[in-house]
């Protein structure tokens, strides 16, 4: 006698079982979707990204830095001291510029902007702006040094997406756009990345025109004119290049012209392929890396991804350009569920400068790009880059709470902060 069931599985119809593995996957996606659905996922997942990046910043700078430290003040922690200092500094600015209702900034963008441009033509000052090893590109108080060309970036962000939208904006469309709707905001960043050169400081230049690029797109500027832009700024970029003896080495050195130059211009970048090769999967452990004995130069600053590689390994790194992956994620997420054009433009431009400084920075340790001295956001030690990140992360954190879910959920009585 033949049975429905014995028919079924004769047949090859009966019901599949799932594994147990993929069913704990399918339960740990569901999970995630379900969290990620919450009013204020997108907040609580900027303020984890920006403890997470600012902690690990804290014990790379201290590991890469207690070598150099030592032989130059006879403290291991000379370094990391200040990083605790400027770490505490941007913790305090994060959660004052995330409890700031977002339009505020707005309104503050062309005084900051003013106050930036002043503050670069000032620090080229003899007397006033402080010179090290031949840039003059910093303010010393106190022992602690302020960089002006970083919160220029910021600055130029803020006021250039309000221009932009109030010249052309989504309403104009990729077709309404003339060179006159460019005015001021690209001649105001072409003199912001100039005083920037003559510091010199072509790093920071580089991540004035990044800022200016993503400014445009988003606010909507068609691909002609930004294709004309790009070309005339990579025609700048190498003029720059080869009018400079550091930086046309550097760059003969990436492109392979130099012959062996392992101990001249290519020798950092040759020291952290060593580096990272020396990490191996797993790393050798924290502090246990041979490159911060003075074989690496700037470990704990431009380099200190090759220091997280060797020490934390390919698993240690593979998580870092995760958590920027992360990063660029939720940011540009937070810009597609805001409702206010001017929170959409500079969210996602500030995403894109941040994201885009740690892709150069780890393109350049790797030995994908030229090494152009851009420093690794919250990682890298830096006190001016670790603030003015930190309050872009606040920003991002701000506009996150301005999503028309999370001013729900604020109404209806979370405790994250006022509205914004």
């Known amino acids: 006698m033949t049975t429905a069931r014995g028919d079924a599985v004769r047949g090859g119809a009966g019901p599949r079982r799932t594994s147990p593995i993929a069913h704990h996957v399918i339960g740990a996606r569901r999970a995630v979707a379900a969290t990620l659905r919450r009013p204020l996922a997108s907040y609580y997942l900027v303020v984890g990204l920006t403890v997470v990046l600012a902690g690990l910043g804290l014990v790379m700078v201290l590991s890469a830095s207690s070598i150099d430290s030592l032989t130059r003040t006879g403290s291991p922690y000379g370094v990391f001291v200040h990083q605790i200092v400027y770490c505490a500094v941007g913790g305090v600015a994060f959660v004052l510029v995330g409890r700031v209702p977002v339009r505020r900034w707005r309104v503050a963008s062309p005084w900051l902007l003013g106050l930036t441009l002043l503050a670069l033509v000032v620090v080229l000052v003899p007397g006033l702006g402080s010179s090290v090893a031949g840039a003059q590109k910093w303010f010393v108080l106190a022992g602690l040094s302020l960089q002006p060309s970083e919160p220029a970036k910021l600055a130029l962000v803020l006021w250039g997406a309000h221009v932009l939208l109030a010249r052309g904006g989504p309403g104009a469309g990729r077709r309404g756009w003339s060179w006159q709707s460019l005015l001021p905001v690209v001649p105001v960043a072409l003199l912001t990345a100039g005083l920037v050169v003559i510091e010199p400081d072509l790093g920071s230049a580089l991540g004035i025109v990044v800022v200016l690029f993503a400014l445009l797109w988003f606010a909507g500027v068609p691909g002609r004119l930004l294709g004309l832009l790009g070309a005339g700024a990579l025609a700048a970029v190498g ?15 990436f492109l392979g012209g130099g012959g062996d130059d392992s101990l001249g211009a290519g020798y950092q970048s040759q020291q952290a392929l060593f580096s990272l090769a020396d990490g191996g999967l797993l790393g050798d452990g924290l ?23 060797e020490e934390l390994g390919l698993v240690g790194s593979v998580a870092v350009l995760g ?58 030690a830096g006190g001016s880059s670790v603030i003015v990140s930190m309050i872009s992360l606040g920003l991002l954190a701000a506009a996150a709470r301005d999503e028309p879910e999370a001013r729900v959920a604020l109404a209806r009585g979370a405790t994250v902060g006022p509205r914004g």
């Open 239 to 253: 003029v720059l290049a080869v009018t400079a003896s550091y930086r046309l080495a550097r760059l003969t050195s």
């Open 323 to 380: 958590l920027f992956v992360l990063l660029a994620w939720v940011g540009l997420r937070i810009a597609a569920r805001t409702v206010d054009p001017w929170n959409r433009v500079v969210v996602a431009t500030l995403t894109v400068w941040l994201v885009a400084q740690a892709v150069i920075n780890i393109g350049y340790v790797l030995g994908l790009l030229p090494v152009t001295g851009i420093t690794l956001p919250l990682i890298s």
């Open 287 to 309: 502090g246990q890396g041979a490159a911060q004995w003075s074989y690496l130069p700037n470990a704990s600053n431009d380099f200190v991804f090759a220091i997280l590689g």
